[in-house]
């Protein structure tokens, strides 16, 4: 496994300068690929007598490095701001929405349905139902097919659909022990009870429960595990470094040219006014090489600027048949069309869902990797990405895991996550499902291309894949 190389990879492995010839060259290749895309003919991927859905529009808070700006906030504040510039931005009235589903993974007890906490808050209709869904880094990813879902059966025609996370302030649990205890006192009706519970107390009680992004199922920490994928497939240190590079080199140089519409000003209370992702910081290959593994130690090539940091932010799109759309004057971004979810072990394979999940969604709308004009997939670490390409650029694991003759095939770089991803732009995890298909949509419009495809990896080896159809100018 470890000799599989991709032809991409093995050529830009051979220069640290990869990264900057890819990001110096990446955003000037946007006339090019318009050039290239516009003279294709391709067919729609509408069918008679299937609903078209559409993604009318979407929009993000500014993704911050947790404990800045939005520190002293809860989860409904940004997941509220987000509703709000979703509604100022299109002018939607607050009472035209059938459902709102907000998708989250860390919650806040005292809002566990933050999707009805912040759809009040906004100043949504109070005879709007509103639930949250949970699926790890694809929990806005589930809150949008839900709604697409709910527009698919009938049962509405414009649903909101959006995400937040907010490690800024994660519950820190007591021990099991002192839990049991305090549940106890809370019951204890004489004094003598109180006093013995209290006595029962030992100095072990109080060590707190620390929450880690880790597996129920096997204990391993998702960069542990992220570490043993990119080694059981060659991923050099370098190779993680670079492409590393390259999402910060393209995410400055996309916020510099002002192409990331979908972030929205938000004024903090008490604070300032936000406007942009604060985590973009292109570095130097020397700077990122100094580094230590940041997982398995000492030897280990993941490290802190490969990763994708802990992030506070919030997303929101809305969802609509396409008829209810133009009935309300809406001009629609792009088409949602086929999606799919699989799983697979999550030990050796937790993050490989964008390998198992593009051939799968490809087969169903009937394309070819060649089709695709965009692709974004989520960067939660950059070894996991390489890992990705790989595997996908394998016969061996074609053959072996995923039941085809031949591999699936990799993306070309040139369409590939050119506005930077999760490892530059930040990653809540429950709202950057959003930010993909809205950068999708954004990237089609620009580009003039008119198939996107997103793919995400998430926790318990999951993943999800969407194919997206640019909509007619």
């Given at each position: ?63 911050l490095l947790s404990g800045t700006t939005y520190a002293d906030l809860m ?52 005879k709007i139902p509103a639930h949250t869904v949970t699926m790890a880094c ?116 996309a916020q510099d040219a002002g192409l990331l519409q979908d972030v929205i ?209």
């Open positions: 496994m470890a000799s599989m190389l991709l032809n991409t990879v093995r050529s830009c492995s051979t220069s640290p300068s990869w990264a900057m010839r890819i990001g110096a060259r990446s955003l000037s290749t946007t006339a090019q690929l318009q050039a290239q895309v516009q003279t294709k003919s391709k067919k729609t991927l509408a069918r008679p007598g299937v609903k078209n859905i559409v993604l009318v529009e979407g929009v993000r808070t500014p993704f989860p409904h504040d940004l997941a509220r701001a987000a509703l709000q510039g979703l509604l100022h931005r299109t002018g939607l009235p607050k009472d035209a929405v059938d459902y709102i589903i907000y998708g989250t993974v860390i919650q806040e007890v005292k809002t566990s349905n933050v999707a009805r906490e912040a759809a009040l808050g906004a100043g949504f209709s109070d694809i929990s806005s990813n589930q809150a949008m097919t839900s709604a697409v879902g709910l527009i698919a059966a009938g049962q509405c025609d414009a649903v909101v659909a959006g995400g937040v996370e907010f490690m800024s302030d994660v519950p820190i649990r007591h021990s099991r022990k002192m839990r049991k205890t305090m549940l106890s006192l809370n019951k204890a009706k004489t004094l003598g009870q109180r006093l013995s519970l209290i006595g029962s107390i030992r100095l072990a009680h109080l060590s707190p429960e620390l929450p880690a992004v880790a597996e129920f199922s096997t204990a391993e920490t998702m960069g542990h595990s992220a570490d043993r994928l990119a080694a059981a497939f060659g991923v050099s240190r370098v190779e993680q470094d670079e492409f590393a590079l390259r999402s910060h080199t393209l995410a400055k140089k000003s938000f004024k903090v209370p008490g604070r300032d006014i936000v406007s942009k992702d604060n985590g973009i910081r292109p570095s130097s290959m020397e700077q990122m090489g100094k580094l230590k593994a940041a997982f398995v130690k000492p030897h280990g090539t993941v490290t802190a600027a490969n990763s994708s940091f802990l992030t506070d932010g919030a997303s929101a799109v809305l969802v609509m048949s396409e008829e209810k759309a133009l009935a309300m004057g809406y001009k629609p971004k792009a088409y949602l069309r086929d999606f799919v979810y699989v799983s697979q072990d999550p030990k050796d394979q937790l993050l490989l869902g964008p390998t198992y999940g593009t051939p799968k969604v490809l087969e169903r709308a009937g394309l070819s990797m060649s089709d695709i004009d965009v692709f974004e997939f989520h960067e939660a670490f950059a070894g996991q990405i390489m890992a990705n390409l790989k595997a996908m650029d394998s016969d061996w694991f074609g053959q072996t895991y995923l039941g085809r003759k031949s591999k699936v095939g990799t993306p070309p770089m040139e369409k590939f996550n050119l506005w930077g991803g999760s490892l530059s732009l930040g990653h809540p995890f429950g709202a950057t499902g959003c930010r993909l298909v809205t950068t999708v949509a954004h990237r089609l419009q620009k580009e003039g291309g008119q198939y996107g495809l997103v793919a995400a990896c998430a926790a318990g080896g999951q993943g999800h894949a969407m194919v997206i159809e640019a909509y007619p100018q």
